[in-house]
Nanobody
């Protein structure tokens, strides 16, 4: 079956950096757009960034532009999220998600086919 496993979360001070990874199995990774979403306590899950399955524009939420960078390694079936200049408001559980042949509407949480279990990111002030 399809599995998405996030790792790399943790506790970091404001201004610090973290790198999240999401390892996928059970699917043809290169056929999927990959997205990162996050959910803070008491809030809805929100879009962070999405990378299309084949080229195309990467879509970033305004709140993370210039600070976060997504990349993917199709040979390793892994997508990464490099997070720099972290702020306390970035504190959340971060989820990766996969969307078959996705290239548009990457911010649409309902359009993704598979989800990981999440990894906690906590940024202290």
């Amino acid at each position: 079956q399809v599995q998405l496993v996030e790792s790399g979360g943790g506790l970091v001070q404001a201004g610090g950096s973290l790198r999240l990874s999401c390892a996928a199995s059970g699917l043809i990774f290169s056929n999927y757009a990959m997205g990162w979403f996050r959910q803070a306590p008491g809030k809805e899950r929100e879009f962070v960034v999405g990378i299309p399955w084949s080229g195309g524009l990467i879509d970033y939420a305004d709140s993370v532009k210039g600070r976060f960078t997504i990349s993917r390694d199709n040979a390793k079936n892994t997508v990464y999220l490099e997070m720099n200049s972290l702020k306390p408001e970035d504190t959340a559980v971060y989820y990766c998600a996969a969307k078959l042949l996705g290239s548009r509407r990457l911010a649409d949480v309902k359009s993704y086919n598979y989800w990981g279990q999440g990894t906690q990111v906590t940024v202290s002030s």
